[in-house]
């Protein structure tokens, strides 16, 4: 479950009249609610699997395309990278909500979703209620990008997964911060994304400083190092408002580096 009740929510840039988004939420195959019980009850020892609900999350651009025509020559031009970036755009909108909801019930748990996590992804249009229910009138399913899939296999992920469980290694604090980082920047809060990364990028200078001699890791480090005069610029100018383009620029430019230099790391086989 995503967390926001099912209904429509109209999303607005700051200050604007007009919507630019609609976020249609539905929960699909929820289970008979059950009557709540005041104390634990037996249950067979092998139990059945429990059913459990999924939810669709429509996003619709508002006012997007003015004729059929225009709209399927959108959609034959959504194919590969283009699909993504869509699908990109459209994850950013739905964890804008998650980051409102997450605020409105004040609750950390309340976390982000990734275009990998979705059981079906499709780009399409219709009319308004048309796409509301769920209903195309002309749409295409996009398949999982194979690249992303590729580096991760590169990083060996399950290893490193069965190294911190068995207490073989500890992950570095920065990868948290830089995780966070990376989520505040992707839905478009370029100001928190701003003041997570000032303090993503001291702990990593911090911690990676032991790796300096792996690899190419100490003219990572290098690089990272001449970067934190403008992330303090960028992060001082996110306490009192938005950031520039060329601050907006350097926050995406440097936490793109830090994510490679802790990616070097893992290819370099430090758990």
Same mark, same amino acid.
């Given at each position: $479950?995503?967390?926001?009740?099912?209904?429509?929510?109209?999303?607005?840039?700051?200050?604007?009249?007009?919507?630019?988004?609609?976020?249609?939420?539905?929960?699909?195959?929820?289970?008979?609610?059950?009557?709540?019980?005041?104390?634990?009850?037996?249950?067979?020892?092998?139990?059945?699997?429990?059913?459990?609900?999924?939810?669709?999350?429509?996003?619709?651009?508002?006012?997007?395309?003015?004729?059929?025509?225009?709209?399927?020559?959108?959609?034959?031009?959504?194919?590969?990278?283009?699909?993504?970036?869509?699908?990109?755009?459209?994850?950013?909108?739905?964890?804008?909500?998650?980051?409102?909801?997450?605020?409105? $019930?004040?609750?950390?748990?309340?976390?982000?979703?990734?275009?990998?996590?979705?059981?079906?992804?499709?780009?399409?249009?219709?009319?308004?209620?048309?796409?509301?229910?769920?209903?195309?009138?002309?749409?295409?399913?996009?398949?999982?990008?194979?690249?992303?899939?590729?580096?991760?296999?590169?990083?060996?992920?399950?290893?490193?997964?069965?190294?911190?469980?068995?207490?073989?290694?500890?992950?570095?604090?920065?990868?948290?911060?830089?995780?966070?980082?990376?989520?505040?920047?992707?839905?478009?809060?370029?100001?928190?994304?701003?003041?997570?990364?000032?303090?993503?990028?001291?702990?990593?200078?911090?911690?990676?400083?032991?790796?300096?001699?792996?690899?190419?890791?100490?003219?990572?480090?290098?690089?990272?190092?001449?970067?934190?005069?403008?992330?303090?610029?960028?992060?001082?100018?996110?306490?009192?408002?938005?950031?520039?383009?060329?601050?907006?620029?350097?926050?995406?430019?440097?936490?793109?580096?830090?994510?490679?230099?802790?990616?070097?790391?893992?290819?370099?086989?430090?758990?």
């Amino acid at each position: $479950m995503l967390g926001p009740a099912d209904g429509r929510y109209v999303l607005r840039p700051p200050g604007a009249e007009e919507p630019e988004h609609v976020l249609v939420v539905r929960t699909l195959g929820a289970p008979p609610r059950q009557r709540r019980r005041r104390r634990p009850r037996e249950v067979a020892p092998e139990p059945e699997p429990t059913p459990v609900s999924t939810s669709r999350a429509t996003v619709i651009v508002v006012d997007a395309l003015d004729s059929v025509a225009a709209a399927q020559a959108w959609l034959r031009a959504g194919r590969g990278d283009t699909a993504e970036r869509r699908l990109a755009e459209a994850v950013a909108v739905l964890n804008r909500t998650l980051a409102a909801h997450r605020v409105a $019930m004040a609750d950390p748990a309340l976390r982000d979703v990734g275009r990998e996590q979705a059981l079906v992804a499709r780009l399409g249009f219709g009319s308004g209620e048309e796409v509301a229910d769920g209903h195309w009138t002309e749409a295409v399913e996009v398949p999982v990008a194979t690249k992303r899939a590729r580096r991760t296999a590169a990083l060996r992920p399950q290893e490193r997964l069965a190294a911190l469980l068995g207490g073989r290694a500890q992950p570095l604090a920065c990868e948290e911060l830089v995780l966070r980082a990376r989520s505040d920047l992707d839905r478009g809060a370029t100001r928190e994304a701003a003041l997570q990364l000032r303090i993503a990028l001291e702990a990593a200078l911090a911690e990676l400083a032991d790796y300096a001699d792996a690899a190419d890791l100490g003219q990572r480090l290098d690089e990272l190092r001449a970067a934190r005069g403008e992330v303090g610029e960028a992060a001082n100018a996110a306490l009192a408002g938005p950031l520039d383009d060329g601050q907006d620029e350097a926050v995406e430019r440097v936490l793109g580096r830090l994510e490679a230099a802790l990616r070097a790391r893992s290819a370099a086989g430090f758990a």
